[in-house]
């Protein structure tokens, strides 16, 4: 079973920027789509951006574009998430997640979301 584990999150400053990683292990990903979400205290878990297994596609929800970059390295089964001009409503704990359905990370509903988890890794950022 692949497991997901993020790692990188920490307090930064309004304006800057932060990498986030998620590492899978017991498996690879390299046929799976990948994607970051996140749940801000007191609000739902909402998605933020998606990769599909090749890199050819990608999707940010509106409020992260233009800031945010998901890549993947599937030779290092790793994706990454860079965080530009964060803002303190950026801040939240961020979920890395895979699925081999792409559809079930870019268009999450309640019958559809991804398969995979990780444990989340939290963003906080200052003014």
């Known amino acids: 079973q692949v497991q997901l584990v993020e790692s990188g999150g920490e307090l930064v400053q309004a304006g800057g920027p932060l990498r986030v990683s998620c590492v899978a292990s017991?498996?690879?990903?390299?046929?799976?789509?990948l994607g970051w979400f996140r749940q801000a205290p007191g609000k739902d878990r909402e998605f933020v951006a998606g990769i599909s297994w090749s890199g050819a596609m990608t999707h940010y929800s509106d409020s992260v574009k233009c800031r945010f970059t998901i890549s993947r390295d599937n030779g290092k089964n790793t994706v990454y998430l860079q965080m530009d001009s964060l803002k303190t409503e950026d801040t939240a704990v961020y979920y890395c997640v895979a699925d081999r359905n792409y559809l079930a990370i870019v268009v999450s509903t309640s019958q559809l979301s991804p398969e995979l988890w990780g444990q989340g890794t939290l963003v906080t950022v200052s003014a």
């Open positions: 017991g498996g690879t990903t390299s046929t799976y789509a």
